[in-house]
């Protein structure tokens, strides 16, 4: 079964600066990738997904990823991050080589923002 | 639109004692998942349900059971409490078992163990 490492657990960082935080899933297939943050006292939401097409995905508040599949990566990025995105952020691998279409998730990376 | 709810949102129990969560999935939703998010870690999976029938299962032992009404809610429950089952218990709900990476999470209930 896939595994996922998310390398940074705790990132803290001041307004304006910019972010990437690392995921990498355990080995190559045909995969769908995604990210889901989770703002304090909130739930679980999706931030951005990857099916297949353009490597490089948008999603929502300004966020972008790459999939790069030599490097069994999905990198999560913003270019200058806000106070607002103080929260904790997941990167998920649904491996749909078994069929199971059940997501495996990291273990998280805390991102502070300093005002 | 009604989205994913939980409950309890927190609860202790004691060792060897049993436990029932509850789930309500978002409207026009029909599959649930469960998920034990333990402190520091990510969500891990602990089983599906669609169609009133477990759909699939995580490595999670015997004393975690589920079931799933008719309108699609779903219980979550667990036998023989032991310390290491305190954690965030997540409830996700999707349409069908074959979109599962697009979830839609509760926002939990708190299970402590003493």
């Known amino acids: 079964a896939q595994s996922v490492s998310q390398h940074n657990h705790h990132v803290i960082l001041s307004e304006a600066a910019s972010l990437e935080l690392g995921c990498n899933y355990s080995?190559?297939?045909?995969?769908?990738l995604f990210w889901y943050v989770q703002y304090p006292g909130q739930h679980l939401q999706l931030l951005l997904k990857?099916?297949?097409?353009?490597?490089l995905v948008k999603g929502i508040k300004g966020f972008e990823a790459e999939f790069i599949k030599s490097k069994f990566s999905f990198n999560l990025r913003k270019p200058s991050v806000q106070w607002s995105d103080t929260a904790e952020y997941f990167c998920?691998?649904?491996?749909?080589?078994?069929?199971?279409?059940?997501?495996?998730f990291g273990r998280g990376t805390s991102l502070i923002v300093h005002p | 639109d009604a989205g994913v709810t939980q409950s309890p949102t927190h609860l202790i129990k004691t060792r060897g004692q049993q436990v029932t969560l509850r789930c309500s999935p978002k409207?026009?939703?029909?599959?649930v998942s469960w998920y034990q998010q333990a402190l520091g870690q990510g969500p891990q999976f602990i089983f599906q349900?669609?169609?009133?029938?477990?759909?699939q299962r995580g490595n999670f032992p015997d004393r975690f059971s589920g079931h799933q009404f008719p309108n699609y809610s779903s219980e979550l429950n667990v036998n023989a409490l032991w310390l290491g089952d305190s954690a965030l218990y997540l409830c996700?709900?999707?349409?069908?078992?074959?979109?599962?990476?697009?979830?839609?999470f509760g926002e939990g209930s708190r299970l402590t163990v003493l």
């Open positions: 349900y669609y169609e009133e029938e477990e759909r």
């Open positions: 990857y099916f297949s097409g353009d490597p």
């Open positions: 998920a691998v649904r491996d749909l080589s078994g069929g199971s279409y059940i997501p495996t």
């Open positions: 080995y190559g297939g045909t995969v769908n």
């Open positions: 996700a709900s999707s349409l069908g078992t074959g979109n599962t990476g697009e979830l839609f």
């Open positions: 409207s026009g939703h029909d599959t």
